[in-house]
């Protein structure tokens, strides 16, 4: 199944330190039981592979997909939604999220369990133009021709900013493994550094 516009929704959180593994284990298990819900096209949950980052340390991540910013919204307000968030709170000592829409996603919109992905923020300088803005958008493109053995890649500009951090654009890279993943040489940062006042490289497996 192919989409011509996905909302891509990635929510980062980090634990605290003295989180027990039993708490940690049954808060994936109830964020991945959102899944469920009507408006959800695609939810994975759980611990991050690896943070590149010199200013955040996230360590979970949650991403899903809908078909309309109504259907994102929707989400966000349903009970259940607002029953984990409420239940796990209290373990989480910083959150972030960033959403885009991604136009003309090549592939499944629901991931297969094992795949592996990297998303990429992008907080940019003060005060850029569009014309910047503009370079930099094709410049994501292009990564999406450059590299081998991706089998999904989405890229857009954050909408809703008020739990950003300042990012303002992401890509997403999907693998059809770990292992495909690692094996690529990936410096994307290098490709924007002149515009960028801070990178975040993410990388997770899709629990089965």
Do not use: C
């Amino acid at each position: 199944m192919s989409s011509s516009k996905t909302i891509e929704h990635v929510v980062l959180l980090k634990l605290k330190h003295n989180t027990d593994p039993s708490d940690s284990t049954a808060m994936i298990t109830k964020l991945n039981s959102l899944s469920s819900l009507n408006q959800v096209l695609h939810l994975t949950a759980g611990p991050l592979l690896r943070v590149r980052s010199t200013s955040l340390n996230f360590t979970h991540i949650l991403h899903s997909r809908y078909a309309s910013k109504s259907d994102l919204i929707a989400y966000t307000v349903h009970p259940r939604h607002q029953n984990v968030a409420e239940g796990i709170a209290n373990l989480v000592d910083d959150v972030m999220a960033v959403d885009w829409i991604s136009n003309d996603l090549a592939g499944p919109v629901s991931l297969p369990a094992g795949s592996a992905m990297i998303v990429s923020l992008l907080k940019l300088k003060e005060d850029l133009g569009e014309e910047a803005k503009s370079e930099i958008l094709e410049r994501i493109r292009g990564i999406k021709e450059e590299s081998e053995g991706l089998i999904q890649f989405s890229f857009g500009e954050n909408f809703a900013p008020e739990m950003a951090k300042g990012f303002s654009m992401a890509f997403l890279e999907v693998f059809s493994s770990q292992k495909e993943m690692e094996a690529m040489d990936l410096k994307h940062e290098d490709k924007f550094k002149d515009y960028l006042d801070s990178f975040v490289e993410l990388s997770y497996v899709v629990a089965s």
